[in-house]
């Protein structure tokens, strides 16, 4: 997947002017193919080059940033969670506003470890990587990124939408299932591990 470069960059303040058509745009586009839901406390959000770049323009927006050093120093960083060749990447969030018991809080989530999370397809379960779920790194609820390596076989069966797909999460007592992944999501995943291979 290619990575954003400035050229790709919305100067502040045209974005400013056109924000509301952006963020519905945004928010259509992630609901309908990129973020599922396990359970009532945790989201998964498929992260590729169009969610990133909207995260980088929110926050040259919110920062005031138009030092062209600072915005590459931004785009180098969010660049690194581009998923890379056999990848799917996702910002995994534990919703505060959900959390259904006092249990519930950030220590619950402490031990939380990539393999708790996995993607079901058929019979095949691929295990999750859980890049960090440290408190100082989340912000606004978000608990960490996840990355899913897919071999050859695992991506063919993905794309076989004959065989059910979903994400599952067991850990303690928090058990849940996204439900089956729609066709729309998974043309979407399909997409980014085409450009993955691609780049």
């Not at 006092?102 to 691929?126: E, F, M, P, T, V």
Request: hydrophobic share 40%; net charge negative.
């Amino acid at each position: 997947m290619h990575p954003l470069t400035l050229d790709d960059v919305v100067p502040i303040e045209e974005y400013a002017a056109k924000r509301d058509e952006f963020w519905e745009a945004h928010k259509n586009y992630r609901n309908r193919y990129r973020r599922l839901a396990l359970g009532p406390e945790l989201l998964v959000v498929f992260e590729n080059r169009q969610t990133l770049w909207f995260r980088v323009q929110e926050i040259l927006r919110i920062a005031r940033i138009v030092e062209p050093e600072i915005i590459q120093r931004e785009l180098d960083w969010f660049n690194q969670l581009l998923p890379g060749r056999d990848q799917l990447h996702a910002g995994l969030v534990v919703r505060e506003d959900k959390m259904t018991t006092q249990a519930h809080d950030w220590k619950y989530w402490s031990k939380l470890i990539g393999h708790n999370i996995r993607l079901q397809i058929g019979r095949i379960a691929i295990p999750s990587l859980l890049l960090t779920c440290r408190p100082s790194d989340r912000a606004g609820g978000m608990a960490g990124w996840l990355e899913f390596s897919l071999a050859t076989d695992e991506q063919a069966l993905l794309a076989d939408f004959q065989q059910p797909a979903r994400l599952e999460v067991y850990y303690k007592d928090y058990r849940h299932s996204s439900g089956y992944l729609s066709d729309d999501v998974r043309r979407s995943l399909l997409d980014d591990l085409e450009m993955g291979n691609r780049a």
